[in-house]
């Protein structure tokens, strides 16, 4: 007991810990802002008092939730989801990491935590990408099925239905652990910068301003492409449809990736550019007009900007861009 002298707030962080984790489990609609804010009371507890005291309370939440909720193994994947990122990002903030780095660690948890989904998904309960698949088409069936009896469409309308339906199913078998991935990196960098908004407020954490249009990745970052175009090229060449599968969802992630790098880097071009609000806000309307470009434009400038750094190409950046 000795160790922990503050186990009445410990107590306390737990129970609303497992109240939220409760409420999100038993009322789907509020599952995704509860997924959100459940980092929040073990990061608090971290920075006020210490990892002793997290840790404690995150045991105490998991056995909570799991006499509480019927289902075992929700309430294991629900700890999973809030647990190690409401420790890790309570390190993070008491050690006053930059959020650069915060960001990467983040990444690297994400994909962690996104494999252990998947095979507990997948291996633990059967749910392979394939049944995942099939279970689509049926509901494709059906719905192809309910037009023709309402008179909505006809065989021939039904056939190009159920054609376009067979190639979503495709993409959708390819690329579900890739998608599994991009999630639970957006969710884990939300609930991030949640934690780091609140403990700032409260005055528990020292937080430096951080700037978008400045975040940079490290050069290597680019390997991810690069891999991600070996495998898939060598999966079609070798004919090795997992080595070609791994590839695509690689290149998925880096896509995610590089494209909010990309965000950043036209973000500070807008920033810097010396030109009138209004012709800002139409060159933003043209772009969003012309989204097949902006996204290829977009990508590419974050695919290019770790390797040559674009925004130090404005060496007067101080003093902005000329322009309109």
């Not at 306390?12 to 409760?22: D, H, R």
């Not at 920075?47 to 075992?72: E, N, P, Q």
């Not at 780095?101 to 948890?109: D, G, P, T």
């Not at 800002?280 to 996204?295: C, D, G, S």
Request: with cysteine; net charge positive.
């Amino acid at each position: 007991m000795d160790k922990y002298p503050n186990v009445p707030e410990t107590v306390i962080v737990a129970t609303v810990t497992a109240l939220l984790g409760l409420l999100g489990l038993y009322i789907t609609p509020v599952f995704f802002l509860t997924s959100l804010i459940l980092p929040v009371p073990l990061a608090y507890l971290i920075l006020k008092r210490d990892l002793r005291h997290g840790l404690l309370a995150l045991m105490m939440s998991t056995v909570m939730l799991m006499f509480a909720f019927t289902h075992i193994k929700a309430a294991l994947l629900m700890v999973l989801q809030f647990g190690p990122p409401g420790v890790i990002v309570g390190l993070l903030l008491k050690n006053r990491v930059t959020v650069s780095k915060s960001i990467n660690v983040l990444f690297f948890w994400a994909l962690v935590a996104a494999a252990v989904n998947l095979i507990i998904s997948f291996a633990v309960n059967d749910a392979g990408t394939a049944k995942v698949a099939h279970e689509f088409r049926a509901t494709m069936d059906q719905m192809a099925r309910v037009y023709m009896q309402n008179g909505i469409m006809d065989e021939s309308g039904r056939q190009q239905f159920m054609a376009a339906a067979e190639q979503i199913a495709r993409l959708v078998q390819t690329f579900i652990p890739g998608s599994v991935v991009v999630w639970s990196l957006i969710m884990t960098l939300a609930s991030y910068f949640i934690t780091r908004y609140i403990m700032h407020r409260l005055g528990l954490a020292q937080t430096e301003k951080f700037d978008f249009a400045k975040w940079q990745l490290p050069w290597y970052s680019t390997w991810l492409v690069i891999t991600g175009l070996a495998l898939t090229l060598g999966g079609d060449e070798l004919a090795i449809s997992t080595m070609g599968i791994v590839g695509k969802n690689i290149l998925y992630i880096a896509a995610f990736v590089f494209f909010a790098l990309g965000t950043a880097v036209l973000t500070y071009f807008m920033q810097v550019w010396k030109a009138s609000r209004v012709v800002k806000i139409i060159i933003i309307v043209v772009l969003t007009l012309y989204l097949p470009f902006t996204i290829t434009m977009t990508l590419a400038c974050g695919v290019v900007d770790p390797l040559v750094n674009l925004r130090r190409l404005t060496a007067n950046g101080d003093e902005g861009i000329k322009g309109g």
